[in-house]
């Protein structure tokens, strides 16, 4: 093997194991390579409260709240974890909108202690959107799963009634999480209190499990040597596929986020108009 060949090889070997680290170029190949079908990365229902604060101009504030995954673990540097990726990606899609996402992960948290402190750490911010990550220190913690569901019932409805929309996140699609029993119960729980309660569900397993089955072997990897935590180009990919589903979905239900309103439509064109920051003003929920 020729010098060159040689340095060519341990590139990419390094690119697999610690991808992203800041390179443009290796940054916009990961997001390339990273796209899942819309039927896996679709948002139901309607996020109407967001898509109307858009409609009308108003700045939108977002809150990541779960575990490491959305703390960041794993990245190589705090700008790369997937809130603040995702409030890049949000801006770059919606030109003319104020869009703040804040990140309230905590490694090694599950249900129990998220719960504690959704009002302190969540609505106290007055979200618009609340993103929670939630299931996996679960998953790895015990087998039955009969407390997490009474938890996560009782904060989906807490965060519900605050009037802010809400996604759920599933797990990640890693070695660890798959050798877990409670895995498939996780999962089919998250499904299924999504869908009762009538707020949002991002299939982040079934779209990291695409991804898995549809990249190349050069790919970079999106979870890291520890089997469990995502890299940079997992958080990344992560983030613009949401960005592109939560997009996605305020534009398709703008009209029924803002019914017979001037406004509506400017999700689509958000760019056309001047920036929502002088529009906005403190809400009191």
């Known amino acids: ?26 940054e916009n190949d990961s997001a390339s390579a990273c796209t899942a079908p819309p039927a896996l990365t679709r948002i139901e229902p309607a996020l109407a409260h967001a898509a109307a604060r858009i409609d009308q101009a108003k700045a939108l504030t977002i809150v990541a709240v779960g575990s490491s995954s959305t703390q960041g673990v794993g990245a190589t540097d ?41 009002q302190r750490d969540v ?11 939630v299931g996996t220190n679960a998953v790895l913690r015990r087998d039955d799963l009969e407390s997490d569901e009474v938890l996560l019932r009782r904060g989906v409805a807490l965060l519900k009634a605050s009037g802010a929309d809400v996604v759920l996140m599933d797990l990640q699609y890693a070695p660890r999480i798959l050798e877990r029993r409670a895995t498939a119960a996780m999962e089919q729980l998250i499904a299924e209190i999504a869908q009762h309660a009538g707020v949002g569900l991002f299939r982040r397993f079934a779209v990291m499990q695409h991804w ?29 596929e949401l960005a592109k589903a939560l997009v996605a979905n305020w534009e398709s239900h703008r009209h029924t986020a803002q019914p017979g309103g001037e406004a509506a439509g400017k999700v689509a064109n958000s760019g056309s108009g001047r920036s929502s920051a002088d529009n906005e003003k403190p809400r009191g929920r």
């Open 78 to 118: 705090p700008s790369l974890n997937y809130p603040s990726r995702l409030e890049t990606a949000l801006k770059q899609r919606l030109p003319g909108v104020a869009i703040r996402v804040i990140n309230r992960g905590k490694g090694g948290e599950d249900a129990e202690e998220e719960f504690a402190r959704l």
């Open 123 to 133: 609505l106290a911010e007055h979200p618009d959107l609340v993103i929670w990550q």
């Open 212 to 240: 898995r089955a549809a990249q190349p072997p050069e790919s970079p990897a999106m979870i890291g040597r520890d089997g469990l935590h995502m890299t940079d180009a997992g958080y990344t990919c992560l983030a613009t």
């Open 1 to 26: 093997m020729t010098r060159l060949a040689a340095l060519r090889r341990a590139i990419i070997g390094l690119a697999v194991v610690i991808p992203l680290g800041g390179a443009i170029a290796a």
